[in-house]
T-cell receptor, first 113, second 115 residues
Framework: DAMVIQNPRYQVTQFGKPVTLSCSQTLNHNVMYWYQQKSSQAPKLLFHYYDKDFNNEADTPDNFQSRRPNTSFCFLDIRSPGLGDAAMYLC????????????FGSGTQLSVL | AQSVTQPDIHITVSEGASLELRCNYS??????LFWYVQSPGQGLQLLLKYFSGDTLVQGIKGFEAEFKRSQSSFNLRKPSVHWSDAAEYFCAVRPNNNAGNMLTFGGGTRLMVKP
């Protein structure tokens, strides 16, 4: 059974049109992460939540925002997608910092036309 | 800041041949080390991890990895590759403290398997 679920699996948006990607988890983990993975590149951390505390990576563009209304759900909002934002977006969850591993969703492949 | 290097961007091996994927890290102290596999269009699946203890760790799908402190390496190996092993492999590290469990990934190695 999937424990980290990302919807939709594929998302197409237009240049400049806001888009929201969603992630849900059944693990009751404290921490949720959003990674961006461009074609043939390593995943890059955008930000993460520890409970309700939001932690932004220093080089994450302002165009990217996130919301976590409750433990189970986390959203990635791209306010004005550019062509360079086309990528796979991976959500992951983790327990306390002492926990050993992350659980990844299957990702949302975002295309920008 | 920690960094992870996977020197080989692409590797092609014949089915049944042995495999070694290289990973080197740069970090002030020994971090926690991971190998993940990603099939095309899919998320990341954990193959194995090293935290402490025995430097040779066994993972799923017949993979193993050896931590070598003197070389700051954590190379992934498999004695006999199957066609289904064709995928992208990522080495990753995280701090070995309670500061958080976010990962830093290497650039990945794409494995292709010849029949």
């Amino acid at each position: 059974d999937a424990m980290v679920i990302q919807n939709p699996r594929y998302q197409v948006t237009q240049f400049g049109k806001p888009v929201t990607l969603s992630c849900s988890q059944t693990l009751n983990h404290n921490v949720m992460y959003w990674y961006q993975q461009k074609s043939s590149q390593a995943p890059k951390l955008l930000f993460h939540y520890y409970d309700k505390d939001f932690n932004n990576e220093a080089d994450t563009p302002d165009n990217f925002q996130s919301r976590r209304p409750n433990t189970s759900f986390c959203f990635l909002d791209i306010r004005s997608p550019g062509l360079g934002d086309a990528a796979m977006y991976l959500c992951a969850t983790g327990g306390p910092p002492s926990d050993e591993k992350l659980f990844f969703g299957s990702g949302t492949q975002l295309s920008v036309l | 800041a920690q960094s992870v290097t996977q020197p080989d961007i692409h590797i092609t091996v014949s089915e049944g041949a042995s495999l070694e994927l290289r990973c080197n890290y740069s970090y002030g102290a020994t971090p926690y080390l991971f190998w993940y596999v990603q099939s095309p269009g899919q998320g990341l699946q954990l193959l194995l991890k090293y935290f402490s203890g025995d430097t040779l760790v066994q993972g799923i799908k017949g993979f193993e990895a050896e931590f070598k402190r003197s070389q700051s390496s954590f190379n992934l190996r498999k004695p006999s590759v199957h066609w289904s092993d064709a995928a992208e492999y990522f080495c990753a590290v995280r701090p070995n403290n309670n500061a958080g469990n976010m990962l830093t990934f290497g650039g990945g190695t794409r494995l292709m398997v010849k029949p």
